[in-house]
Structure formats: C-alpha cells, structure tokens
C-alpha cells in the first residue's frame, strides 16, 4: 500500500498551467529593470559632475587652446618675466550703422583724448568701407567702458597684445613688435622664430639675462651719462667662461610698451648697433699679437720719449715718457708711441689675420635684430697698421670688443657672446688666438692699468680688476678728428686672478679732455661693487685715507 502514492504524484505537478515558464520571464524583467534603472543612476550623477565640474575633455580643448598664442615668453635666466603675450581688444566700427559720427567721435575722445575728432569723424562716415580700426591693443577695461556708452555701428573685435612688464629695463634687448605682433627689434626680432615656436608649445624663451645685474648697470650708465653731457652710452656684462650676457644696455632708454612713443633716438640700441673707433681698448691685443709672435718680450725696454713720425703723420702720446719703458708701461700709461711701434713690427698680413681671431671683423654673435658689423677696412699703408695698433681705422661695437676680451677668462681663447641661457653641459666654441702664458703675461699689464695707470677709477678692492682704457676722438668727415669730441671707454675682466667676468661700458659725445679714466672708469668701479656680491664675489672695504 502507497498511502502516499497519488498525492505526491499531484503535487509532481504545477498548480496551474504555464507556471513554470512565468516565474524566469519575471526575473528577467526584474533584472532588466534593476539595470535600466543603474544606467540612469550613473546618467543622473554624471549630470550632477559636469554641472558642477564641467567637461574634462571640454576643459582639456580650452586649456589646449589657451596655451597656444602668436608669442611665447621670455624669461629671464632666473624667471622673471620679461615679455608676455596677453588678450586685448581692437575698437571696431560698421560706417554703415554709424548713425551720428560726431556724437560717436566726442564720445570716445572722452575715453580716448589723443584721437583726433576731424579724423574719426571723416573715417566714420567712410560708407566704402566695410569695417575700419579705431584703435587697437585695448585693456578690458577700456573695452567695458566703451561698451557702456551704447554707441552704433562701434564693436570690438579679440585680439593679442605684447606686454613688457619690466618696462624700460632691458628695453633695448627685448625689443618690440607692430600692433600684430610682428617683430620689430631686439630679441623679438633676433630670435623670432624660437618665440613662436613658444608661444604654440606654451613655453618660454630664456635669456641669459640677470634683471639684478641689469638693472644696476642700467642705473650706473644712466649716472656717467648724464654726469658726462654724453649723447649715448652702452654697457654689457658677459660671463667670459660661456659667452653668456648677464646684462646689456643703451642710453637713453624707451619702453617698449610705448615704443611708438620713443623718438628714434631713444630706440637706438648703441651696445650692438652702434660702431665707433675703440681707441686704446686695443692696445692690450697689440701687445699679445707682439708677445705670441715673438717680436717682443717682457723684458724689452722702448724709447717712447719722442713722437713718432710713419709718412706724413706724428703719432705721439697724451703725456710724453720719461726714460726707457716696458710693455707693463705701454699699457699701464696707454702709450701710442709703444702700441704703433709693436704694430709696425707685425705688420699688416699679420695684423689682419689676428683681428679675424678676435671677432674683431664680424658682428658679435647676439641674437638682436641688429647686429653691426665691425668696420675694419684693409690696410694699405704703414700709417694704417701702426693706427689700427692704438685703435683707430677700425669701428665696432661694444658688444664685439666684450666678444674679443673674453679671451681673457678663457686661456687665450674667444667665445661669441650670447644672449640665451644655455645648459650647464652645453657644448662651447672657442677660438684659440693666444697660448695661455701670453694671455697671462697680458692680463697683469692690465692688472697695473688699474692699480697704477690710467684705469685706476675701476679698482674695487678685493675684486682684481684688470683693464684698459679706450679713449678715441670721433671723425667728423671732411675736417677730420675733432678733438672736442671723444668716445671714452673701459674694457675689464675681473678677477684677474681667476678670471671669469667682461665689462665694457663707453659714453658717446663725452667732450674735450673726458677721457676714459676719467669718465667710463669710475662707472665701471661703481657698477663692480654692487653687482659682485649677484655674482658670488667678495668686494673689500676701502682703506681710509690719511
């Protein structure tokens, strides 16, 4: 018997029909509705995301988008902003929607007071134009106020400005560009292709540029300067190591943000721009060439008593010599009698080949918009190698004279001055001109030039300037050399003991009797003390007077 036979076959079976096949269809409609209702979850809080936070890939264009500009940077070598590229405005007009343009044009005269009335009045009213430019390079500020007048046919239009947030430092080696942020001069100019190639990575263009050091030396030419009665001035500091340039400047200065503004004269840059006779600053080559030639030696003693008469000319000194004298004296007292003698001895072929080493006929090697060129003519006669041995009949700048001296750091060997900052393992060329015991033996000549002769205006205790010099009257055409107008300069290295640093500083139109010594060497010592301690070196205290 099965007492449970027929029920458990009952329950076997569904209750009711189909029930087998319904219960899975609602758990996949469970399911299904468990995961439409995830997806809008996630929907809703990416909504909340983006309102709060915005797109990220959106965020990512802008940010694209923002670092890519007309012009990059430029830093100086430790940061500072030198030249910026920021959003600005052109004021824009329709002539056509002009209702009342001399309503419109006394109203922007009075945010605007330079424009001239006549002028916008007659633009204005110009119907076969299109769209004209009132006025570019607007600050928002300017923009909101315009805007706020309400005025027809008057619109704006987005654009780039370059800004020099310096001001004047540095003027003259930045330089300045048009409306459209063309290069005009300086660095923009000189190195404009890297300055682009900024702007579109979004990076920076570094200089070699220490704004401390510029700015002191730009201080202390603008003193001797005006101290002087000069008509110019320029002055540059180079690490004689690298070539790199710590500081260059021009006087008178402009800023670049107002370079319309600046007369012509104010834009000349005179430090690698202008050309001049270097006068004595020569002298220490003179001797080197003599030394590495072995037409001289520095026991030689010169008979520098009497003028020395090559042709139809006498050549003599400011201050005749008494008794026998040494290269040290030829230097130290800034003979040309000794100078023309040593360069009659080498010879002009000789002479010219030593120039070319110097960098003495080529432009210096800064990357300016203008980099003259040396005037250093052939020589066709005795008279002219004997000139060109005491500085004349050959012109160049400032700059190109600190490119030769360099030697002086380096052993014997030049390196070409640079306005970039380079990298510490950056590979340098040089230019062997003299073995390094010649430059040696010269450099103590130059020593004494500031302890004992004509430099000692220059001498910073405890700092080792060596130096010379330079004092050339100007040539002014037909009549020859006027004596009432020099060009006095100094051209040093410091420390003699280990040298490393170059500066030359020149005034231009310094007048009768101004000479180096007396003018361009005393701003040099007073540039020295302030700027050693920026450079790691140690200046002493002047010894009291008795």
Known sequence: MRPFGPAQAEASSPLFPGAAEAAPARNRVRLLAIGIFAVLLLLAGRAVQLAFSGDPLAAQSRASAASTLPRGDIVDRNGVLLATTVRAYALTATPSRVW???AIADALRGIFPDLERATIIRR?????????????GLTPDQRDRVHALGLAGIGFETEHHREYPQGASAGHVLGFTDVDLNALSGV?????????????????VRLSLDMRIQYALEEELDAAARAAGASGGAAIVLDGRTGETLALASWPVFNPNQAGQ???DQRRDRAAGDLHELGSTVKPFTVAIALQEGLTNPGELFDLARPLVIETSTIEDHEPHVGMSSLREILAHSSNVGAAQLALRTGGARQRAYLERLGLTSASGLELGRDQAPLAPQTRSRRDVAGVGFGYGIAATPATLAGAYTLFANNGQRVRPTLLALASDAAITRTQVFSPEVTRQVLTYMRA???????????VPGLMVAGKTGTAEKLTGADGYDESRNFSSFAGVFPSNAPRYIIVLALDDTGEGAAGGMVAAPAVG??????????????????PTR
């Open 100 to 102: 009342d343009a001399p």
């Open 124 to 136: 204005l009213t110009d119907t076969s134009r299109d769209l004209i430019y009132l006025r570019r």
């Open 188 to 204: 923009e100019r000189g190195l404009d292709a890297q300055i682009r190639a900024a702007g579109e990575s979004g990076g920076a």
């Open 262 to 264: 600046a007369t012509e």
């Open 449 to 459: 030039t500031v302890t004992d002769g004509t430099g000692r205006a220059a001498d």
């Open 526 to 543: 007073r540039t020295l003390r302030r700027i050693a301690p920026m450079l790691g070196l140690r200046v002493e205290a002047r010894a």
